[in-house]
């Protein structure tokens, strides 16, 4: 890492503990070139000096990395495959394990403004509507590192551009419309329980809300493509842990497992969209 990118993260996290040292190093470049062009400091040297004397710019900074960026049922495909292969999968295996007390556990790990655990919550609604005999409790958490986002998520007002991907009859019956604001209905806002988590904080494996992990599902989609390769393998032991036995991971569409957990602790479920599903026990396919 650059010197100057290091002394700027040394900094943030000084000042705000925040640890962003396994961030990949060309996205910080390109968000500390980013900020320096509209601080109009010059170079990392005045921008370093910058930051010391303005607490207001480690904010600004701090959010131009956590990038967020979504819609609801980005990657169509993938919830279409969720809702109609991977929730009745698991939720039939839990009534038929006749468990004293089976529940579905979903966490959402970067769930940016909200929009992907609000539509993990019409699929699980939808399917319980359909299949009455089959409900259970339902827990979906959702975390990311950024406040700000939280909050906007937890209104769960939308614009145009994030309810492209929902069909007519799920607009008509989760949303309400006015002066061109999409609500999620309080139905679907009661299912999700938000809060800050840091996916890469070294203390803590899951969210605190959360308590003992064992999670049947876990979306973490276009969030490790922003990490520094050599920290990949931390994360997905993270993740692997949080799983259920035989729980399943859903990736961005252009991440997959590091390589030293590939075909070892997940294997492909589907050729057609990014989800892997824990091996449990530890198994060695290569």
Known sequence: MKPEIFQILDLVKQQQNRDFFMYSETLL????????????????????EFLKKNVKEIENFINA??????RFFRNSFTFEYLGKVILPQIISQKVSSQSFVSVLRIWSAGCSYGEEPY?????????????????????????DINDNVIQKALKGEYSLDSIANVKYYLLSKYFSQKNG?????????????FSIFDITDKEQNVPIDCEQGEFDMILCRNVIIYFNPQYLSF?????????????????????????????????ENSHLCKVYQKMFPFTNNL
């Open 29 to 48: 470049e390109k968000q500390i070139l980013s900020r320096i062009n509209e601080t109009r400091t010059q170079d990392f040297l005045n921008y370093f």
């Open 65 to 70: 990395l956590t990038i967020n960026f979504s």
């Open 119 to 143: 539509s993990v919550a019409i699929l699980v609604k939808e399917f319980f509507e359909k299949n009455p005999k089959l409900q259970i409790p339902v827990q979906i958490f959702a975390t």
């Open 181 to 193: 604001v999409f609500k999620i209905n309080q139905s679907i806002k009661d299912m999700v329980k």
């Open 235 to 267: 994360i997905f032991d993270r993740l692997h842990k949080a799983l259920d036995d035989k729980g399943f991971l859903i990736l961005g569409s252009t991440e997959c497992p590091d390589l030293s957990f590939r075909n070892k602790y997940f294997k």
